[in-house]
């Protein structure tokens, strides 16, 4: 007797693709696989093809990964060899160039670009952001990393060592800070003029120096680039799930990218994020909680077990434990095969740490996570999950996830790419709108980011949400220098501290 599953009200779960400019991401080796594209990853048609595809899915949103160095702690110190072979995330190039190449061939697709905090001074990023937000229309975000990677500090921090975890979001503070005054604070929304007549482009009585003097950083602007009138400031994500990167994402992020490896692991991070978002005067819906998974699916079980038996034959061990190594700091090489790993104190990714050394809620009781269950378990879907069947049946384990942890959406990786992609948005993404889980199309033709976020059904739906701290440190058309000035000082003194 077929068993008829209860239909329940559904709203539409976040759908972001999850890609890095490399040609290894979350499964290294699978390069080698004969329909495997992800070498191509140096080409422009590579991503232009790939936006296409995903806004054919109606994909929200395109989240591409980076780091700025090597893993090489995996039989280390300094041992790059296995990552090297395995074409585990290196070589690797910067994420943000494509973008603008993507957006040309897209209309609603949005972009989160990931850049970390130590890679340059916050006004020669902020350019750079601001380029890419006027370009796409309003379609670029922001996601933050403060970096863990001691290859990356070595080559950017005059050769020394990565400062510690917590000094690190300290740090990371003031620079999103100085992001905020530069795109909300420096120039009113009505200070380009465009008169013709009397020869004014900029007012320049509508501009002003924000004049940031932080511990870490002194910036006294204006900033260089104009206001983005699609979308004022690009949308904040971030990524780090440790105490400290909760505490940093429940002040300012707009949606967190939070990894769990059961939905009831996956539930106590939301609840602990979600009381912190409560602490800060934010309202926890408008924080968005999305999940990494990989997802194998084919039109029966029997094609979609036969597809990742196929796509396991190709998986690198060796690339997998140096990944792991990089995200944990923990070196693989030191444990026996079947050697259950230690609690350890790392200055990498804490929460990546904890998560494969600690018992976590809905983890087996008899789990041994020993170097050769990690190993296996990376080989194919990295730090995320691994859903394997039919659209149905992958589409039952989404919904359990969405019930149990109460995640807002995924980032889908690619085992294969383009060929993962393609089966999610032919084979999954039906039966996901079916259900309610994915909207049927875009709601509005040239979304901004904040929009693909959030619902274009408020007003100002390009601009932040009122409880976001920054939301006031934006001077407003028609307001004077002088009224900007009194609400900047009071927003600045009650959400930051600054005075």
């Known amino acids: 007797m077929t068993v008829k599953r209860q239909k329940k009200e559904r709203k539409p779960i976040i759908l972001n693709a999850f890609d890095m400019a490399t040609p290894g991401l979350q499964s290294p080796g699978l390069w080698k696989h004969p329909k495997d594209k992800s070498r191509d990853y140096n080409t422009i048609e590579y991503w ?52 603008p190449a993507m957006a040309a061939v897209t209309k609603n697709l949005s972009f989160a670009v990931t850049a970390s905090t130590i890679s340059e001074a916050p006004y020669h990023f902020a350019r750079r952001l601001a380029t890419l937000d006027h370009l796409t229309k309003g379609r670029v975000g922001w996601n933050i990393v403060s970096s863990y990677l001691d290859t990356a500090s070595r080559n950017l921090l005059n050769g020394e060592p990565l400062p510690p975890h917590d000094e690190r979001y300290e740090k990371a503070q003031e620079y999103l800070e100085v992001i905020y005054q530069l795109f909300l604070s420096s120039w009113a929304d009505d200070a380009v003029k465009l008169d013709v007549k009397k020869g004014v482009f900029a007012d320049p009585e509508r501009i002003r120096e924000i004049n940031y003097d932080g511990k870490h950083y002194k910036v006294p602007g204006p900033f260089i680039s104009e206001p983005n009138p699609y979308q004022r400031l690009p949308v904040i994500l971030q990524a780090g799930a440790s105490t400290k990167g909760l505490e940093y994402a429940a002040k300012n992020a707009e949606a967190v990218f939070i990894n769990g490896m059961t939905p009831e692991g996956l539930k106590t991070k939301i609840d602990k994020l979600n009381d912190l978002i409560k602490k800060n005067g934010r309202n926890p819906d408008d924080v968005k909680k999305v999940q990494l998974v990989t997802v194998i699916v084919a039109p ?34 030191e444990y026996e095969w079947d050697q259950k790993l230690d609690e350890v104190e790392s200055n990498a990714v804490k929460s990546m740490a904890e998560m494969w050394t600690k018992p976590f809620p809905g983890d087996p009781p008899d789990l041994e996570k020993t170097r050769a269950y990690i190993a296996d378990k990376v080989s194919v879907g990295g730090s995320g999950v691994l859903f394997i069947g039919t659209p149905e049946e992958v589409a039952d384990e ?5 019930d149990i942890s109460g995640i807002d959406g995924f980032n889908f990786t690619y085992a294969v790419t383009p060929g993962t992609f393609e089966d999610i948005v032919d084979l999954l993404v039906p039966e996901l709108q079916r259900r309610g889980l994915v909207w049927k199309d875009y709601p509005k033709e040239g979304l901004s980011f904040r929009e693909n976020l959030y619902g274009i059904d408020r007003e100002d739906a390009t601009y932040l949400k009122p409880d976001h701290p920054a939301y006031n440190l934006r001077w407003k058309k028609g307001e004077s220098r002088e009224e900007f000035e009194e609400k900047l000082n009071k927003a600045l003194k009650d959400n930051f501290g600054i005075v």
């Open 300 to 333: 029966t079980h029997e094609e979609a077990i036969e597809k990742f038996n196929d796509i396991k034959q190709y998986a690198d061990a060796e690339g997998a434990q140096a990944l792991f190594g990089g995200w944990t700091g923990i070196n693989l090489g």
């Open 48 to 99: 232009t093809n790939l936006a296409q595809l995903l806004e054919r899915g109606k994909f929200n949103a395109l989240f591409i990964a980076d780091v700025l160095g090597p893993y090489d702690v995996y039989n280390g110190p300094r041992n790059l060899t296995a990552a090297a072979k395995a074409g585990a995330q290196w070589p690797i190039n910067e994420p943000s160039a494509v973008i």
């Open 398 to 402: 989404i919904e359990n996830w969405v």
